[in-house]
């Protein structure tokens, strides 16, 4: 009997990712983002080119891990997008 393999949600697509001394800059979604280190992770902002450059993105889009570091980041956080829960429905 097969198995149904659900397909994991994409949260986001994830091109690129590349860093300057002080700049960490993406394209998220079909657009450029530009992000100063110091602002988003001091880890990041004081990590030397080779720990910046070893990152997974998650497969989902959800968020990057940085391993030499163990430092982690979520894609919304840095767009700036909040997740309100859910309305709760009174019950009778």
């Given amino acids: 009997m097969a198995e ?7 949260y986001h697509e994830v091109v690129e990712i590349e860093f300057t001394d002080s700049m960490m ?3 998220v979604d079909g657009k450029r983002h530009e ?3 110091v602002e988003i992770s001091e880890l990041l902002s004081k990590a030397s080119s080779e720990e910046r450059n070893n990152f997974e993105v998650s ?3 959800y968020g990057i ?3 030499l570091i163990d ?6 956080g840095l767009l700036g997008i909040i997740h309100s ?8």
Avoid: R
């Fill in 85 to 92: 829960p859910p309305d709760k429905v009174a019950s009778a």
């Fill in 65 to 67: 891990h940085w391993p």
């Fill in 4 to 10: 149904k393999v659900e397909e994991m949600k994409k």
């Fill in 35 to 37: 992000f100063k280190l």
């Fill in 59 to 61: 497969p989902s889009g």
């Fill in 71 to 76: 430092e982690d980041l979520s894609i919304d």
């Fill in 25 to 27: 800059v993406m394209d």
